[in-house]
């Protein structure tokens, strides 16, 4: 009895003891927790995704603008207004889902001839062609947006071009479709087969032994000869130029 006392008591002492160490509740701010990361591994997770996506922040901003760039192919040329794409554009931005962008951008006008003569006088046609082509703009997303409550603004930049040459982008897209094409395996062998057996019942075994051929056979040095079967095959024992069976 003296024994089984002293064991209970031991044991109790050590699960008090180890339960003091672990702790039963990761919410309690115990001995384990001062040790160790509660939080593994969703802290570092998160993190680590913030990381990767700081990556391509930059170049998801740059497409973004891009995407909402207004440029000089937009307008007919060396004039501000919109041609039929141009339009199209601006009604794509205008019914961007859960709601449109409301900073619009515009190429700055690269269409602007350039006088020689009067080198300085480029600025300023440049500046009073982007104007126009901004008020053009304006005008046209608040009539497609009415009633919308949306306020658009329109920044004017240089960008490069981001467009490549529309031939390998056409193959591209071709090949793309064109990917996902196969062959069904047997289906023209069985065809062959069958129209092989049909003809079996007077093949070739002369001197060339062209086409279908009876399996069996016989036949002379002639350009003819006779046989009797059911499946493809070479020409008669007779026949030196029959072709044999594949």
């Known amino acids: 009895m003296k024994g089984f006392i002293r064991k209970a008591f031991l044991t109790l002492g050590c699960t008090s003891a180890l339960a003091g160490l672990v702790g039963c509740d990761h919410r309690t701010h115990n001995c384990y927790n001062d040790l ?16 990767v996506r700081a990556a391509f922040a930059t170049q998801v901003n740059n497409g973004h603008v891009l995407d909402q760039t207004v ?24 019914r961007r889902r859960p709601s449109p962008d409301p900073v619009v951008f515009l190429q ?6 350039f006088d020689p003569a009067k080198p300085n006088e480029l600025a300023e046609k440049r ?8 008020a053009a ?16 603004q329109v920044l004017v930049h240089d960008p490069g071009d981001p467009s490549i040459s529309g031939i390998p982008a056409g193959l591209s897209i071709t090949q793309m479709w064109h990917s996902s094409s ?15 057996g049909a003809m079996g019942g007077g093949g070739a075994g002369g001197a060339r032994g062209a086409g279908a051929t009876s399996s069996t056979g016989t036949g002379t040095q002639g350009p003819t000869g006779t046989g009797t079967g059911t499946t493809p ?12 069976p594949y």
């Open 108 to 113: 700055t006008a690269q269409d602007v001839p």
């Open 127 to 134: 500046l009073d062609l982007d104007n126009k082509r901004i």
């Open 233 to 244: 095959g070479g020409g008669g024992p007779g026949g030196p130029g029959g072709q044999p």
């Open 182 to 196: 196969g062959t069904i395996f047997g289906g023209a062998a069985g065809g062959a087969g069958a129209a092989g």
């Open 71 to 94: 440029w000089n192919y937009h307008f007919e040329p060396g004039t501000d207004k919109l041609t039929q794409g141009g339009q199209l554009h601006l009604a794509y931005l205008a």
């Open 36 to 51: 160790v990361d509660p939080c593994y591994p969703e802290r570092y997770e998160c993190q680590a995704r913030r990381n």
């Open 137 to 152: 703009i304006d005008k046209y997303l608040n009539a497609q947006a009415a009633g919308r409550g949306v306020g658009f």
